[in-house]
């Protein structure tokens, strides 16, 4: 028998009529408008026939090789190369459609049991205030910021570049070390490079009065004559030994002595053995004295630097294959932050009293774009959220941070589980995404739909590869991004479609959700459908926009160990660093722990019907959501049938918290300051809570006031 693929070599007569016809429809598809009754999608199917051998146009040819006498010998039918057209397959070959019967939900582990564990990582950006130009604009805030850097000069010029490696160095680790000693483990970053070791002292940081505590300390040493330079040295140890417990025991932090107090620490035992006869004897003491006392500091900081490379938070999730990075809490200098974000906050956006009129607020400090990401942690922990109020807390009390402002940053969370994900649950995801991003963005700031995020979280149904292949309205994009669409033969997207009916009423959907929802349902690779719901061309920007939910994953039907794969077997480096995690980045940024745990909580019930809902459950759930997605209060009652925690619906519902814009009348969030920040005060609160005061906490919980 021949092979099917071969079997795709047709007479010129009958090919004519066949897949000449069908790449004609196809190319008509992709030259027709977006909103044209045929879709990019039926387009596919089309590829699919053309690239099928087992096609109606193969059965054809059979019937013609019968009348022609011909024995189906495809040399014979190649001998007359005019009459002859190539197999299509060759055509499109390195996407040839292949079957695929294996089912989309392999088991993940067992629902319920120890191991079934939703995970998080939370990503906080924020512009940090490290030193002041000239005098410091705010000295009554009392937080830090750095004499040290104030010495340098940072400008665009290139002969300040090392200056801002040094800033770069200082400052991470410096966020670093108030995390660790605040009792969170952190770790540094990958190739974060100290030139030595007094780069990693807080050598601004004098807040111990160490004149007066090395004036306080007293000596009782017994004189003996007999004693050489070795005993001598033994008293002087010994003596550094209960200096250094002195510290301990009150809180005096050695590390921070600098080389001066050192000095001074040596004078004040020389002071106090001063009634010795013998000057030399004095000397032997005061000398292994400032020794020793050396070492101790120097074992104090390489403890540190080791602690802060190899620490581990007892609380992680330790997932198969999780790299360090992710198994504490560590820091890193976001980029994005630091050119946009910084650029957009122009001296219009703040209130400037008189008295303050020749700063300019991005001028008058030198700022840092930090990000402090999370270990992985269990979503739903009641832990997960008090050690989020901890670091938000820790961070506040002890920077400077800008209140959060429009454009500026983002906070981004980190969605997976302890075992992965399988295809089923993704699809599930891009499903419940997709339906309902237009009305919970609304949860969050306004500037977070506006067209200047796109790059940064372009919307399922409009930025992505998928989304640009079947609608965008270029047909020069819909041709480059056809590249992404489902590939499936005949009996697998038939099985697809019988599952997805399983799953959504399709009766419930637009014509335009049916096509989108059905391209979802058709993939049969998690890799496949992770590429297209990468983000699209942008036209603007020139370059690739990133997706509102970045889906990080990679695998067949059920996601890789992260991390696991090799560079070369990855389409791309990014794919093999794949954590295998949903980064939804739709949040705009802050430092609010009880605002960040309210967001996480309402992503929790997302992944409640994404992993946990029985097919019945979930179907009512997108019908539900179908009509819901269509009322004026859209958002109250999407959160109402995701069965959001009251407390949650509350927060977001208060009436400082939401703000109507005249000209379109939609709902979203804001500040009391409605983005307009106060130059007197312009950083968060030092607490974990809201950023512009301690009057706007609990206010959740005052039905007396908000019913």
């Not at 790449?23 to 009754?37: F, I, T």
């Not at 306080?216 to 209960?242: H, K, L, T």
């Not at 969370?413 to 599930?428: A, D, I, S, Y």
Request: a negative charge; one cysteine or more; glycine letters at 4%.
């Amino acid at each position: 028998m021949s092979n099917p693929r071969q079997r795709t070599l047709k007479s010129s007569r009958h090919w004519a009529r066949g897949p000449h016809d069908l790449r004609a429809l196809y190319a008509n598809h992709l030259q027709e408008p977006p909103d044209s009754p045929s879709s990019m999608l039926e387009a596919s199917s089309i590829l699919m026939s053309i690239r099928s051998g087992t096609s109606e146009w193969s059965h054809q040819v059979d019937v013609d090789h019968s009348r022609n006498g011909s024995d189906g010998d495809d040399d014979a039918l190649m001998q007359d190369s005019d009459d002859i057209v190539m197999d299509p397959l060759a055509y499109l070959e390195d996407h040839s459609a292949e079957e695929d019967d294996s089912p989309d939900n392999p088991p993940v582990c067992v629902t319920g049991s120890d191991e079934d564990i939703d995970t998080i990582v939370a990503e906080l950006e924020f512009p940090l205030a490290v030193t002041s130009r000239s005098e410091d604009p705010h000295p009554e805030d009392g937080r830090w910021i750095s004499e040290r850097l104030q010495e340098l000069s940072f400008t665009e010029d290139d002969d300040d570049e090392d200056n801002y490696k040094e800033m770069f160095t200082y400052i991470l680790r410096r966020i670093l070390k108030v995390l660790q000693r605040n009792g969170i483990p952190a770790h540094e970053p990958e190739g974060l490079e100290v030139p030595d070791e007094q780069d990693s002292e807080f050598g601004d940081e004098q807040q111990v009065d160490w004149p007066t505590v090395i004036n306080e300390f007293i000596v009782q040493a017994v004189y003996d004559p007999q004693r050489g330079a070795y005993e001598n040295g033994e008293v002087g140890y010994n003596i550094a030994n209960q200096f250094a417990l002195y510290c301990r025991n009150n809180g005096y932090d050695l590390r921070a002595m600098s080389d001066d107090h050192m000095d001074a620490a040596y004078n004040r035992i020389a002071q106090c053995l001063a009634e010795w006869p013998n000057q030399t004897h004095i000397n032997q003491v005061c000398t292994y004295f400032s020794f020793k006392l050396s070492s101790h500091k120097e074992e104090l900081l390489k403890l540190e630097t080791r602690v802060l490379e190899r620490t581990e938070d007892p609380d992680h999730v330790p997932v198969v294959g999780l790299v360090d990075r992710y198994k504490a809490w560590t820091a890193v200098q976001d980029y994005r932050v630091a050119g946009d974000g910084f650029s957009s906050m122009t001296p219009n956006r703040y209130s400037i009293t008189p008295e303050r009129g020749d700063q300019i607020p991005m001028k008058a400090y030198v700022w840092f774009a930090a990000e402090v990401v999370s270990p992985v942690l269990a979503a739903a922990s009641e832990k997960t959220a008090r050690i989020i109020e901890n670091a938000c807390r820790v961070l506040r009390s002890n920077f400077r941070i800008h209140k959060p402002m429009e454009y500026s940053s983002g906070f981004h969370v980190h969605l997976g589980h302890k075992h992965g994900w399988n295809l089923l649950q993704l699809k599930r995801f891009a499903t419940l995404w997709f339906l309902i991003e237009r009305v919970l963005i609304h949860i969050h700031r306004k500037d977070r739909e506006s067209e200047y995020m796109d790059i940064w979280m372009a919307k399922f149904g409009e930025g992505t590869a998928l989304a640009q292949a079947l609608w965008h309205p270029e047909a020069e994009t819909r041709r480059s991004m056809s590249y992404y669409l489902p590939k499936t033969g005949p009996r697998t997207r038939q099985r697809n479609e019988e599952e997805m009916e399983r799953h959504v009423s399709r009766g419930n959907l637009t014509a335009r959700q049916d096509e989108f929802v059905r391209a979802i349902w058709l993939y049969t690779k998690i890799d496949d459908l992770a590429e297209a719901m990468r983000g699209g061309h942008s036209q603007e920007h020139g370059g690739l926009m990133r997706a509102a939910v970045r889906m990080r994953v990679s695998g067949h039907k059920k996601t890789d160990i992260p991390n696991s794969r090799d560079d070369a077997n990855a389409s791309d480096a990014s794919k093999a660093r794949n954590a295998q995690t949903l980064e939804v980045r739709t949040m705009h940024g802050t430092l609010d722990a009880d605002h960040i745990n309210y967001w996480i909580s309402i992503l929790r019930r997302i992944l409640y019907y994404v992993r946990r809902a029985s097919r019945e459950e979930f179907k009512a759930m997108v019908s539900n959501i179908c009509v819901c997605i269509t009322q004026t209060d859209h958002l109250r009652q999407l959160l109402q049938l995701l069965q959001v925690p009251d407390a949650t619906r509350r927060y977001f519902f208060l009436p400082h918290n939401r703000d109507r814009d005249p000209k379109t009348g939609e709902e979203w969030f804001t500040y009391p300051d409605k983005d307009w920040i106060d130059w007197n005060q312009p950083f968060m609160v030092n607490t974990h809570g809201a950023t512009h005061g301690v009057q706007y906490d609990n206010l959740v919980n005052d039905y007396t006031q908000f019913p």
